[in-house]
């Protein structure tokens, strides 16, 4: 449970250009019409990949205790499952009412 | 200025109580950001989304704020070994690249201001200037403490001894970070 030593200067800044090369990957997807029908689940993985490098690496929650990992992901699934439940609510009412 | 204060688990106690804010804080943008996704394509009149987002100068934005998380994690590893001159600097930096992250967003409001989107226009601008301003209020909240203990370094007050403090700060400030990196997508790029 004890906190660990942080990364090296090294993986911050190679952590930093993945994150670089990965907004740009996700701009370039945006401009490029083949990628349309993939265009969602493409930028919410990559948003996804950015999201946990930052939280492991700089937020350094790789290297420190499990019971932060714990405080921070319990909100967060809850936050993800009523934001998912909120739009089935709201879209899966749309769909009764239109019949489509 | 600071003094250890630990759990029964061995744990800094501020760092734990300030994993628990930011679980609240989890809470409070998933609402703000589930608000925008559900009334997302309900606005009767214009602007709308495509005639108004900016990409190019966004993903400007975005890049802005990851260096800025870059400089924050630097300045900490600086304080951390006691190279206080490398730690001030990197502090300046990340405070500086979130006025210039604020400037971008007051650039972006007042050209929307302009083209006729306001916080009352339609549903679009309600929830975008709620999500975003919110989001912008949490950086302007982050550049005073960063500037605050950037002007205690320079007073001798801020050491390794008060590393955890300046980590509790980067915590606030990756945290601001990754909400960003969820906002450019769902908001700009998912349109």
């Known amino acids: ?100 | 200025m600071s003094h250890a204060h630990h759990t029964s688990m061995g744990l800094d106690n501020r760092k734990m109580a300030f994993w628990a804010f930011i679980g609240s804080e989890c809470l409070l943008f998933g609402s703000l950001i589930s608000t925008y996704l559900i009334y997302k394509g309900k606005s009767t009149v214009g602007p709308f989304p495509h005639d108004v987002l900016n990409i190019p100068f966004t993903s400007f934005s975005t890049f802005d704020l990851l260096m800025s998380s870059l400089a924050m994690v630097l300045a900490l590893a600086a304080i951390q070994r006691g190279d206080m001159k490398q730690g001030k600097l990197w502090l300046l930096v990340t405070a500086l690249l979130g006025l210039v992250f604020l400037g971008g967003q007051y650039y972006e409001f007042s050209s929307f201001v302009h083209e006729g989107l306001g916080l009352t226009t339609n549903l679009f601008g309600s929830t975008f200037f709620v999500l975003t301003g919110t989001h912008g209020a949490h950086v302007t909240v982050g550049v005073i403490w960063l500037l605050t203990l950037w002007v205690q370094a320079l007073r001798g007050k801020l050491g390794p001894e008060q590393a955890v403090t300046v980590e509790i700060t980067g915590l606030y400030w990756h945290f601001v970070d990754v909400v960003w990196i969820v906002i450019f997508t769902l908001v700009y790029l998912i349109q």
């Open chain 1, 1 to 100: 449970m004890s906190e660990q030593a942080h990364a090296t200067t090294g993986t911050y800044l190679r952590i930093a250009a993945i994150l670089v090369m990965i907004t740009l990957i996700e701009v370039g997807v945006f401009y490029v019409p083949a990628f349309q029908p993939v265009l969602v689940p493409l930028l919410l993985v990559l948003s996804l990949v950015k999201f946990v490098l930052v939280v492991l690496f700089y937020m350094h929650l790789k290297f420190d205790s499990r019971l932060f990992a714990f405080l921070f992901s319990g909100p967060l699934l809850l936050a993800v499952g009523v934001m998912i439940g909120l739009l089935f609510l709201f879209f899966g009412a749309v769909r009764l009412r239109t019949g489509t």
